[in-house]
C-alpha cells in the first residue's frame, strides 16, 4: 500500500511538472466558424449570421473573450486615424484620409446579440475590439457555442480592405468580419487595429455569401456549389440559368486555416491552371484590356513559384490558391492574395512571389505578426527573392545584396528600434519597414554564413515540419537551427533581434614580420561574428581563414573550394585578434573579410586589404 501511495504522488508531481513547464507543453486553440453573410451591393453594408464554437484547448479557466471588429477602424477619431495623423512618415495610403470619411463611407461592423450556449451576454465595443464576459467560464477542455447576429459596412477603400480600390475592384473583403482574438502561453492578442498585422486561431470555416448574381467571387477555400454558381466555376458543359435570380449564395469551405478573405466584383475574369502535382491555381481579374495579357503570362510564372517554395520550403498542404485582384498593393491571406494588377510585368510576378511566400510564412506557420513581425516579412522577403533570381533568370552573385543594404542604411540611419518592438509601435514607417523586411530577411541570409547553407536549408524545412500548422516563435526557429547544426546561437537570436547592435570587423593593419606577415583584425561594432578570412596570394592561389565565436561552441562545415585553415575561437569580449601567416606580406594580393557578402557589416570599406 506505501509504494502505491508513493507511485501516486510521483506520478502526480510529474503531471503538475509537465503542466508547469508551460514553454514545452504546447497548445493551441480552436474556433469553427459557420457564416451566412448577405451582402447589398448597392449600399455596400452586409448583415451576418455567425455560429462559432470555441474549444479551450489551454490549461486555463476563461472568464472573458475578445473579438476583433477590423473595419471600426476606418472610422473618423479611430485609434488607426490618429496614430497616422501623428506619424512622421504616415503610409501615403493612409495619410488623413480615414478622418475625411463621411458616414456612408466609413467601414463598420455592429453586433446586435451574442449568445453563449444559448444565454445573451453582456459586451462592449472598445474601438476594433469587443470586450465580452462570458456567462459562465470556459474551463481547459471545454467547447462553447457561441451565436452572433452582426452588420457591417464596407469602407471606402483606404488600407487592405474596402470597397472600388484604385483599380475599380467593387469589393476587397478583408478582416471583415467579428473574429476571435488569439488566446495562447501568453495571454490574450486583443490587439486593436491600427495599421498592418494580425494573430488569428487556427480553426475550420464554412461561409456562406449571398450577393448579387453579376457579381464573381473569390477568396479562400473551396466554392461547395459550383454548378449552382457558373461564371467559369461550374463543371465544363454545364448550364446554369439565372435570370429569375437576383442574387446567388456561394458557399465556401475552408480547412483548417486561420483568415477567410474574399473579393468579388462583376468584371472578373476567372481562370485556373493546375500545379503538377500541386493545386489549382485560381487567378480573378479585372477585364481591363491594358492587364489581360499580363495576368495571362503570370499564370506559368505562378506555376514555377508554387513549385520552388514548395521544394525549398515544404510541400503546400492544401488544394486550391487564389491570386486575385484587388486591395491596396499586396496582402496574403488564407489559401489567396489580393494585389493590385494595374503593373509591369516584372512587378506582377515580384509581387505574386512575396504575397504566394507568405503562405508558408504566416498562413502555414503561424507566427504572431504584431510581436514578431519580422519573422513573416522577413522570412518572406528571403525566400521570394532567391525565388525570383531563379524564376525570373535574375542570375544575381549575391540575390540578398539588395536586403543587407536595406539593413544596413537602417543601422546606420540612427531611426532603428529593435525587432521585439510590436509592430504598430515603431515610431516610424520606415523604420518599421527595413526592420521587418530587409533585416528580417539579413536574419536568415546572415544565418547561412553562421551554420552553413546545407544546414540552413535543412533548418527551414524541419521548421516547416514540427511547426505547420502552429504558431511558432523565434526561440522555436533557434532550437531547430541548433539541432541541425550543433551550433548554439542564443547570441544571434538575441544580438540581432533583442537589440540594435551592430556588427563592424576589420582589417586594422597588416605588419611584415621577418619573412612572415601579421594579421590584426579588430571587432568595432557591438555585436560579435564568426569570421571568415580569404587571403590571394600573388600566384593565384588562396586560403580561408575561419575564426569562430567561441560562445558558439561549434564550428559551420566548409562549403567552399578553398582550403580553410580552422583558428582558434574568438571570445567576444576580445576586441582584437591575430593571425600569423608563414607568407611574407610581399606574396599577398588581397585580404578580404567575408568574401560572401552575407554577414551585414555596416561599415565594410575596412574589410579590405589590397598590396
Known amino acids: 500500500m506505501i509504494k502505491k501511495i508513493v507511485l501516486g504522488i510521483m506520478l502526480v508531481s510529474v503531471a503538475y511538472s509537465s503542466k508547469a513547464q508551460n514553454n514545452t507543453c504546447y497548445w493551441q486553440q480552436q474556433v469553427d466558424y459557420k457564416m451566412n453573410i448577405d451582402m447589398d451591393v448597392n449600399t455596400f453594408q452586409y448583415s451576418g449570421e455567425q ?18 471588429l477590423y473595419f471600426n477602424a476606418f472610422q473618423p477619431e479611430s485609434e488607426m486615424d490618429v496614430r497616422s495623423r501623428n506619424l512622421p512618415d504616415p503610409d501615403p495610403r493612409v495619410m488623413d484620409r480615414i478622418s475625411k470619411l463621411k458616414p456612408d463611407e466609413i467601414g463598420f461592423l455592429k453586433v ?10 453582456n459586451f462592449e ?3 476594433t475590439v469587443l470586450e465580452v464576459k462570458l456567462d459562465k ?3 481547459p477542455g471545454e467547447k462553447v457555442s457561441f451565436k452572433m447576429d452582426f452588420t457591417g459596412q464596407v469602407p471606402v477603400q483606404i488600407r487592405r480592405s474596402g470597397r472600388n480600390n484604385d483599380e475599380g475592384v467593387a469589393l476587397s473583403m478583408t478582416q471583415w468580419y467579428p473574429k476571435m ?5 501568453e495571454g490574450w492578442h486583443a490587439d486593436p487595429y491600427i495599421a498592418r498585422e494580425f494573430h488569428g486561431v487556427w480553426g475550420n470555416y464554412d461561409v456562406t455569401i449571398t450577393i448579387d448574381k453579376n457579381y464573381v467571387i473569390g477568396g479562400s477555400g473551396y466554392l461547395q456549389n459550383p454548378d449552382e454558381i457558373g461564371y467559369g466555376y461550374q463543371p465544363e458543359g454545364a448550364e446554369v440559368n439565372h435570370k429569375k435570380k437576383k442574387k446567388l449564395s456561394w458557399h465556401f469551405v475552408a480547412p483548417n486555416v486561420h483568415d477567410f478573405t474574399w473579393a468579388a466584383d462583376p468584371e472578373y475574369i476567372h481562370d485556373t491552371v493546375k500545379v503538377p502535382d500541386g493545386p489549382d491555381l485560381h487567378f480573378l481579374y479585372k477585364n481591363n484590356p491594358e492587364i489581360i495579357e ?3 503570362n503570370l499564370q506559368s510564372k505562378s506555376v514555377e513559384l508554387m513549385q520552388y517554395f514548395s521544394k525549398h520550403i515544404g510541400k503546400y498542404p492544401y488544394d486550391q490558391y487564389s491570386i486575385i485582384q484587388g486591395g491596396d498593393g499586396g496582402m496574403e491571406y488564407a489559401m489567396c492574395t489580393l494585389i493590385t494588377g494595374e503593373r509591369d510585368f516584372g512587378s506582377l510576378v515580384g509581387v505574386t512571389a512575396h504575397e504566394m511566400a507568405h503562405v508558408w510564412f504566416q498562413h ?3 507566427t504572431n505578426e504584431a510581436k514578431h513581425e519580422w519573422m513573416d516579412e522577413g522570412f518572406t522577403s528571403y525566400i521570394s527573392t532567391l525565388a525570383m533570381d531563379e524564376i525570373m533568370n535574375q542570375n544575381r552573385a549575391n540575390p540578398m545584396s539588395g536586403m543587407t543594404n536595406g539593413y544596413v542604411q537602417l543601422a546606420n540611419s540612427g531611426i532603428e528600434q529593435p525587432q521585439s518592438t510590436q509592430a504598430d509601435h515603431y515610431e516610424r514607417n520606415a523604420a518599421y519597414g527595413a526592420s521587418a523586411y530587409a533585416k528580417g530577411a539579413v536574419f536568415l541570409s546572415q544565418l547561412e554564413y553562421i551554420i552553413g547553407n546545407e544546414n540552413l536549408s535543412k533548418t527551414i524545412h524541419r521548421y516547416f515540419n514540427d511547426w505547420k500548422f502552429k504558431h511558432p516563435t523565434p526561440n522555436d526557429f533557434k532550437r531547430i537551427a541548433e539541432k541541425i547544426s550543433g551550433i548554439q546561437l542564443d547570441w544571434y537570436l538575441v544580438d540581432w533581434t533583442q537589440t540594435t547592435a551592430s556588427i563592424d570587423y576589420g582589417i586594422k593593419g597588416v605588419e611584415d614580420k621577418n619573412g612572415t606577415t601579421e594579421i590584426n583584425l579588430e571587432r568595432i561594432g557591438l555585436m560579435p561574428m564568426p569570421i571568415d578570412l580569404v587571403v590571394e596570394y600573388n600566384d593565384g592561389s588562396k586560403e580561408l581563414y575561419y575564426i569562430p565565436l567561441r560562445m558558439m561552441r561549434g564550428e559551420k562545415p566548409n562549403e567552399t573550394s578553398i582550403k580553410r585553415i580552422q583558428l582558434e575561437d574568438w571570445p567576444w ?7 600569423s601567416l608563414s607568407k611574407s606580406k610581399s606574396e599577398i594580393k588581397s585580404i578580404v573579410i567575408d568574401p560572401s557578402g552575407l554577414m551585414a557589416d555596416v561599415n565594410n570599406s575596412n574589410n579590405r586589404f589590397k598590396n
Open 573 to 579: 569580449t576580445n576586441p582584437d585578434f591575430t593571425i
Open 112 to 121: 446586435s446579440s451574442l449568445t453563449q450556449n444559448g444565454k445573451s451576454l
Open 181 to 185: 482574438a488569439e488566446y495562447d502561453f
Open 364 to 366: 502555414i506557420l503561424a
Open 51 to 68: 455560429e462559432l464554437v470555441y474549444t479551450n484547448n489551454s490549461p486555463d479557466t476563461l472568464n472573458q473573450v475578445f473579438y476583433h
Open 137 to 139: 467560464p470556459i474551463i
Open 294 to 296: 499580363n495576368w495571362k
Open 125 to 127: 465595443v472598445a474601438g
